[in-house]
C-alpha cells in the first residue's frame, strides 16, 4: 500500500504561480511513475503530468511551457510548479503514483487539493 498526501493547493489570481507537493508513504519502494491529474466541476479527471523514476516527464497539452513537475526520490515526493495560471486550470488536483509489485500494476490516489484561479 502506498499512501499519498498533497499540499499546496489555494486561490491565485490569473498569472499567478503555485507548486503543489505530494509525500508519498508506505510501500514507496515499489513506486515507478508519479503524475498528477485534475478534475474541473462537472467534468471527468485529467491527466496534467507524469515523471517516471528515471525522470522522464509527459505532460497533456494545455499545461506544456506553464507546468513542470519534479521528482525527488530520496524524500518521495513528487511536486507540480504551475506558472501563469489561467481561470481554466482550477479544478481539485490528485497525485497518483503507479507501483508494480510482483508483476502486478496498482495506482494509488491522494485526496485531492483545490486550485482555483480567478480572472
Known amino acids: 500500500q502506498v499512501q499519498l498526501a498533497e499540499s499546496g493547493g489555494g486561490l491565485v489570481q490569473s498569472g499567478g504561480s503555485l507548486r503543489l507537493a505530494c509525500a508519498a508513504s508506505g510501500s514507496v519502494f515499489s513506486i515507478n511513475v508519479m503524475g498528477w491529474y485534475r478534475q474541473a466541476p462537472g467534468k471527468e479527471r485529467e491527466l496534467v503530468a507524469t515523471?517516471?523514476?528515471?525522470?522522464?516527464?509527459n505532460y497533456v497539452d494545455s499545461v506544456k511551457g506553464r507546468f513542470t513537475i519534479s521528482r525527488d526520490n530520496a524524500k518521495n515526493m513528487v511536486y507540480l510548479q504551475m506558472n501563469s495560471l489561467k481561470p481554466e486550470d482550477t479544478a481539485v488536483y490528485y497525485c497518483?503514483?503507479?507501483?508494480?509489485?510482483?508483476?502486478?500494476?496498482?495506482?494509488?490516489w491522494g485526496q485531492g487539493t483545490q486550485v482555483t484561479v480567478s480572472s
Open positions: 515523471i517516471t523514476r528515471s525522470g522522464s516527464t
Open positions: 497518483r503514483t503507479n507501483s508494480v509489485v510482483a508483476g502486478l500494476e496498482y495506482a494509488y
